[in-house]
């Protein structure tokens, strides 16, 4: 008993001066001021919004911390298994309203705020985007974080507190221009440990020696050290008092006095650059999604991050004093994609060098403990590390690789002994020149469970990718979960109205917590006051979405006209240039059109975000290509109000919150087979837009829910992929006549300098069209006309949505949450109700 061990007196000192939480309007002003006047140093003479939401931040954080207090404590107590969720993004966006809604106060800190001259809404948009992420990979991370603690399971994130998150984008002649986001500063969110702090290795050599009972074993000695430093982020969930944590590492030099001693000896320049490389290590976010480009700072942030954290989760399981063997009864830790699969090998190298364990004892706990996800099949996003990169970098590590894989290989030759090839084939150790460790095998073989993201993508990842590995290990080490996202952001913070309104007609706002129960809404379909409400929701979410492009591009948008979005990170697989095509394809039909005929047009607005990866010139084409397209065609007077192209830069998590909410169709339609799930497309469909999309990833498990009817399928079908790019390669292609039409625009320098958007168009005319661009077009055109008639039936179009946003239960986050608690983490939620 905890409690016992503090002597009475003390404990009722302790107990009469414990902080307490706001509970109402009052007590929230009293806080806001307090904090606005003491920790400010501010008053009402010079607190401006800037001041105001820091204020307001600080008090909801006294609120979290608080409650993260007793949630460790509760968490210690009871002792059950724990969850580590280990990934190298978070993408959290900002917390302010979230942490709001989460402790259901956002009321009284709306008249709070009020009584004080501010308005909520002012104040909540001075908050920088947390944006510690790329896209989905890294939203799915912060989507589970809210999740896991809204249904009480005792977790934790683990990540890296990288200096500069993710880069600022804007957009200058029509190019990308790469701004750093410096985001630390007021940062009222995280909490430093300082006193957390862990010593990492790199570099150096390893010794063998034999120990006292005459063992070989192995020591990692010299090198290189760098200190971990823990940064705690509270998490709350969503009307409960779990508060889990966050927990970033922050990379620091060493020790202190190994500098003051070269700074005594004169060494002052040698002394900062020591301490500048050390803080290299999580000075910044790499930007590339979905691509790998073996960079050694990456794999030192890879290291530095799961030794930090395994460090961290071991120093709480030993406080347990319970034996190795219990390890993964207490711990699970799952590896968002291959990025942190070194803890692999690491808790095999603690296990075996540092607390001597045997071999096969040791690697049966770790195998026990991690499970692995991935989120992609395409090939240049698989991760490989070049051995001698290794060797010099982790030499205990790469000897600890290949003894895995030396076990592994000899299991596998005793059960195919007539299969020489198989070998090879799943080899940790790829022999080529320099030889590569693929990061992909060491994560299945060192897990008991390996998922896909939605069921294409997983039973691709069973028949293609990891074939030979179903074969040896059987299919029950492959299962999938498919993607889901949290309603509590996704609906409630980022359409509010949307979500009161479903509250009203289901009398209570409990779908937030149990998504399913929107299918309740069936029963509303029909009912005409209901869809009006539900169409001027919409019109309101567009005219705000509106008011953000005049505000940052100039451009005035028609409200009425169908708003047309993609929002993505941008890539060739998500086939960006598909959509813009079809867009200069419809300017093209316009510009032939006679008066009467231009009547009939349906006003579009398209609308397309996204960050190109600095170094991805393709995709930077793609942006220059849209920017181009909107110069020209929103300045034609022969267009009018009948088509807009708009390019929202920096897309993010926040401006995700308002365009989500306003779009009538949202396009999904990346090359079959290659998106893993996506997760944009279930926001569109949550907010009552509909989808127009190709047969991949989660958009087939969208049609199974809302039925056919209700999304615009097209183009080529998975299975049919490989066979196209086999032709294509022989000679056999030829363009689309529509498409065609559109290349020659371009080519008569319609929209610029044809010289800058060769490379694209040739990349399909002249070099295979590997993502079949022109394959799809004419069936994307098509169905962008079915799109048209069907948003002039008024009536059809919303019963379409509201059917759509009843059958969307499926999706939410705490589906996911609890099947990953069931199939992989064997792990139960905490009871709070004491
Ligand atoms: C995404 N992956 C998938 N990767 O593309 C998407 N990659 O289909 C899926 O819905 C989502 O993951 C969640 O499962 C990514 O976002 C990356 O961002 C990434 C980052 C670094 C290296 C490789």
């Known amino acids: 008993n905890v409690e016992a061990s503090i002597p009475e007196e003390l404990r009722e000192a302790w107990k009469k001066h414990s902080a307490t939480e706001f509970k109402n309007k009052d007590e929230f002003e009293r806080d806001l001021v307090r904090h606005i006047e003491t920790t400010l140093a501010r008053s009402m003479y010079n607190c401006d919004e800037l001041a105001a939401y820091s204020g307001t931040a600080l008090a909801f954080r ?53 009584d004080l001259g501010f308005q909520i809404e002012d104040v909540i948009n001075q908050e920088h985007d947390a944006a510690l992420g ?104 969503y009307g409960t008092k779990t508060t889990n944590n966050l927990r970033l590492w922050s990379s620091k030099a060493s020790s202190g006095e190994f500098d003051f001693q070269k700074f005594n000896a004169g060494e002052y320049e040698s002394a900062v650059a020591d301490q500048q490389r050390a803080e290299t290590i999580s000075a910044v976010l790499y930007p590339n999604d979905n691509l790998e480009q073996g960079k050694e700072l990456r794999l030192k942030q890879q290291y530095f991050w799961c030794a930090a954290s395994l460090f961290d989760i071991i120093r709480r399981f030993k406080k347990t004093k319970r034996a190795w063997g219990e390890f993964p009864d207490q711990v699970a830790i799952q590896l968002n994609d291959t990025h942190p699969a070194l803890a692999i090998v690491e808790l095999q190298r603690i296990l075996i060098d540092k607390e001597g364990l045997e071999w096969d004892e040791a690697w049966t706990i770790v195998t026990k403990t991690f499970g692995y996800t991935n989120h992609t099949v395409l090939p240049e996003a698989l991760e490989k590390w070049s051995v001698p990169l290794m060797q010099n970098l982790l030499p205990r590590h790469l000897q600890i690789i290949y003894d895995i894989n030396m076990f592994f290989l000899q299991s596998v030759e005793k059960r195919f002994p007539n299969d020489r090839d198989i070998l ?19 994560a299945i073989i060192g897990s008991h469970k390996v998922n896909g993201v939605a069921e294409l993508h997983s039973d691709l990842l069973k028949t293609t990718l990891f074939k030979d590995f179903v074969k040896i290990y059987g299919p029950d080490r492959f299962t999938n979960v498919t993607n889901g996202i949290t309603p509590r952001r996704w609906l409630h913070q980022a359409n509010p109205r949307l979500s009161a309104l479903i509250a009203e007609k289901l009398g209570s706002y409990d779908f937030l917590r149990d998504l399913t129960l929107l299918d309740k809404l069936e029963a509303f379909v029909d009912d005409k006051a209901f869809r009006e409400e539900w169409a001027v929701i919409k019109r309101e979410n567009k005219l705000r979405l509106a008011r953000h492009i005049k505000a940052t591009t100039g451009y005035d948008v028609n409200p009425n006209a169908l708003f047309d979005v993609q929002v993505k990170r941008i890539h060739e697989y998500k086939r960006q240039q598909l959509n813009i095509f079809g867009v200069i394809h419809r300017y093209l039909s316009i510009k032939a059109m006679s008066a009467e005929e231009k009547k009939k047009v349906v006003p579009r607005v398209s609308i397309f975000g996204g960050k190109a990866a600095p170094g991805y ?117 030829k363009l689309d006549p529509h498409l065609e039409r559109v290349f020659n625009a371009i080519k008569d320098n319609m929209f610029g300098d044809k010289a800058d958007f060769s490379a694209l168009t040739s990349s399909i005319e002249d070099h295979g069209d590997y993502y079949l661009v022109s394959d799809d077009f004419n069936s994307y055109i098509t169905t962008h006309e079915m799109v048209d008639e069907a948003f002039q039936n008024k009536e059809e179009w919303l019963a379409k949505s509201i059917t759509s946003v009843a059958r969307m239960g499926f999706f939410s986050m705490d589906r996911v949450t609890n099947e990953y608690a069931d199939s992989i983490w064997n792990v139960e939620p905490l009871d709070v109700t004491d």
């Open 62 to 114: 006294d609120r979290l911390i608080i409650e993260w207090n007793k949630t460790q404590q509760r968490q210690t107590f009871k002792d059950q298994k724990r969850i580590y969720y280990l990934s190298l993004e978070f993408l959290m966006g900002r917390t302010l309203d979230n942490a709001m809604l989460n402790v259901g106060l956002k009321d009284a800190a709306r008249d709070g705020l009020s």
């Open 134 to 237: 790329n896209g989905g990979l890294g939203r799915l991370a912060a989507c589970f974080l809210d999740s896991m603690a809204t249904l009480n399971y005792p977790a934790w994130g683990y990540g890296l507190r990288y200096r500069y998150g993710i880069f600022k984008q804007e957009i200058v002649n029509g190019y990308q221009v790469e701004v750093p986001d410096y985001w630390l500063d007021n940062n009222p969110w995280e909490f430093p440990r300082h006193e957390i702090t862990v010593d990492i290795q790199f570099y150096g050599n390893v010794k063998k020696y034999q120990d006292e009972s005459g063992k070989i074993a192995h020591s990692w000695e010299d090198g290189e050290i760098v200190q971990a430093i823990a940064y705690d982020v509270p998490i709350p969930g």
């Open 424 to 442: 090879s084939r799943v080899s940790i150790i790829e022999e080529s020149h320099p030889k590569m460790v693929r990061m992909a095998y060491l």
């Open 617 to 733: 010139w393709m995709a930077k084409t793609i942006i220059h290509l849209i920017n181009k397209v909107a110069d020209v065609v929103n300045k034609d007077p022969d267009v009018g109000d009948l088509l807009k192209v708009i390019f929202i830069a920096d897309y993010n998590v926040s401006k995700a919150e308002i365009i989500c909410p306003a779009s009538d169709i949202s396009e999904h339609i990346s090359t079959a087979g290659t998106e893993g799930s996506g997760t944009s497309n279930m926001k569109f469909v949550l907010n009552g837009g509909l989808i127009i999309g190709t047969c991949d990833g989660a958009n087939i498990e969208i049609t199974r829910e809302i039925s056919e009817q209700n999304i615009f399928l097209f183009g080529n079908l998975a299975e049919d992929v490989e066979e196209l790019r086999h032709r294509h390669f022989y000679g056999d292609f």
